[in-house]
C-alpha cells in the first residue's frame, strides 16, 4: 500500500486541480445584451458561449427569445427584469404569471440561478427614480411565487445597483449608503439577508477613472500599478466593491451578504481611456483576479462571481459613444481580445 501512496496523491492532485478548473470556469461570466440591428440569433449566440467555455450569462429583456435557445445548454443565467415591468409585478399574481412563463416553463432544461428584479433603480438618479416604489414590492411577490414554486433554494431573487448609491467611498472603509437613499437600500439589503440572496452589483472602474482622473490613475483602474494606493488598495475595482460591503455593514449592523458583480467591463472607443488596449488589458486582468482566491481586502480568500459587460458591441445603445463599444465579441462573433473563459 505504502508504494502506491504517491500515485494515489497524483490522482488526488489531478482531481483537485481538475475541480479548480471547474471552479474557475464558474466564476466568470458575460452579459448579453441586444441592442444591436447586427447581432447573431439567440441560437447563435448560445453557440458562442459554448464554443468559449462561457458558463455563465447575464441576459436582458426580451428573455423570451433567449430562454428556447438555452434549453438543454448547461448555463447558468440572471434572468433580467426590466423596470419597466416592475409596477405591475405590484400583483401578486402578475408575479406569479411571470414567473410561470419565465421560469416554471424553464426550470427543468435552463439552469436559472438568479432573477434581478430591476437594474440600477435609485432615488438619487434622475433616471431611475421614478421605479423606487416598485421595487421592494415587486421583489417580494417574485421571491414569494418562486417560492411557492419549490424553487427558493435554486433560484435567486435580487437586484442589480449602481455605486453612485454610496457616499464617502475613500477609503473605502468609510463607506455607507447616502442618508437620502437608506429608507430605500435598507429595506432590500434586509430583504436579500433573509432570503440568503447576494447583492447584485454593477462595478465600473472605468467611470470611476473618467470621473475623476486627477485623483485615480489609469494604471489604479486596470489593475496595473504596481504599489498600493495609501488605503491598502492594490485596484479601484477591489475598492469599489469593498465599498459597498463596508456600506451593507453600516446598514444592517452586520454582513453576511454576498455580492455578484454583475457587470463590469471597459470600452474599445468612443471616448477618454477607451482603447482596444486598455480594454483588453482590463478584462484579462479582471478575470484573472476574480478567479484567484484573493478577494478583497474586507473579504479574502475567495473568487469573485464577476458577470463581464458585454459580450458584443451594441450599435443601438444610446448615451455615450462608449455606450456602443463594450463588447469582447464583434457582431461577427469574433473576439476583441483573446480572452480565455
Known amino acids: 500500500m505504502m508504494a502506491n501512496f504517491p500515485f494515489f496523491v497524483f490522482v488526488g492532485m489531478l482531481v483537485l486541480t481538475y475541480l479548480q478548473i471547474i471552479i474557475d470556469a464558474q466564476v466568470i461570466g458575460v452579459c448579453y445584451g441586444m441592442n444591436g440591428n447586427d447581432l447573431p440569433s439567440p441560437i447563435d449566440v448560445v453557440a458562442l458561449y459554448k464554443a468559449n467555455n462561457i458558463t455563465k450569462m447575464r441576459t436582458y429583456d426580451p428573455i423570451t427569445e433567449t430562454l428556447p435557445a438555452l434549453k438543454g445548454s448547461e448555463i447558468e443565467v440572471i434572468l433580467d427584469i426590466p423596470n419597466s415591468k416592475l409596477q405591475s409585478l405590484g400583483d401578486p399574481q402578475e408575479a406569479d404569471n411571470w414567473v410561470t412563463t419565465n421560469v416554471m416553463s424553464y426550470a427543468k432544461e435552463v439552469k436559472i440561478r438568479y432573477i434581478n428584479v430591476g437594474n440600477e433603480i435609485s432615488p438619487v438618479n434622475n433616471g431611475t427614480s421614478q421605479f423606487v416604489p416598485f421595487l421592494l414590492p415587486a421583489l417580494t411577490n417574485v421571491q414569494q411565487s418562486i ?195
Open 147 to 341: 417560492t411557492k414554486s419549490g424553487l427558493q433554494d435554486q433560484v435567486k431573487v435580487s437586484t442589480a445597483i449602481e455605486t453612485g448609491l454610496l457616499a464617502n467611498t475613500y477609503p473605502p472603509s468609510q463607506s455607507a449608503f447616502r442618508e437620502d437613499t437608506m429608507s430605500f437600500i435598507k429595506p432590500i439589503i434586509e430583504f436579500l439577508k433573509q432570503n440568503n440572496a447576494p447583492l447584485q452589483a454593477n462595478i465600473y472602474p472605468y467611470f470611476g477613472y473618467i470621473g475623476d482622473p486627477e485623483h485615480v490613475q489609469l494604471p489604479y483602474a486596470l489593475f496595473t500599478q504596481e504599489q498600493p494606493d495609501p488605503s491598502g488598495y492594490p485596484n479601484l475595482f477591489d475598492a469599489m466593491l469593498d465599498s459597498i460591503y463596508y456600506a451593507i455593514d453600516k446598514a444592517i449592523g452586520e454582513n453576511n451578504v454576498e455580492i455578484v458583480v454583475s457587470e463590469s467591463g471597459w470600452p474599445s472607443d468612443g471616448g477618454v481611456g477607451a482603447s482596444v488596449e486598455n480594454a483588453a488589458t482590463y478584462y484579462k486582468n479582471l478575470m484573472d483576479h476574480a478567479k484567484s482566491t484573493k478577494g478583497t481586502i474586507y473579504r479574502p480568500g475567495k473568487t469573485i462571481e464577476t458577470y463581464l459587460f458585454a459580450m458584443f458591441d451594441e450599435n443601438l445603445k444610446i448615451g455615450a459613444e462608449t455606450e456602443k463599444h463594450f463588447g469582447v465579441f464583434h457582431p461577427d462573433k469574433t473576439q476583441k481580445y483573446n480572452l480565455s473563459f
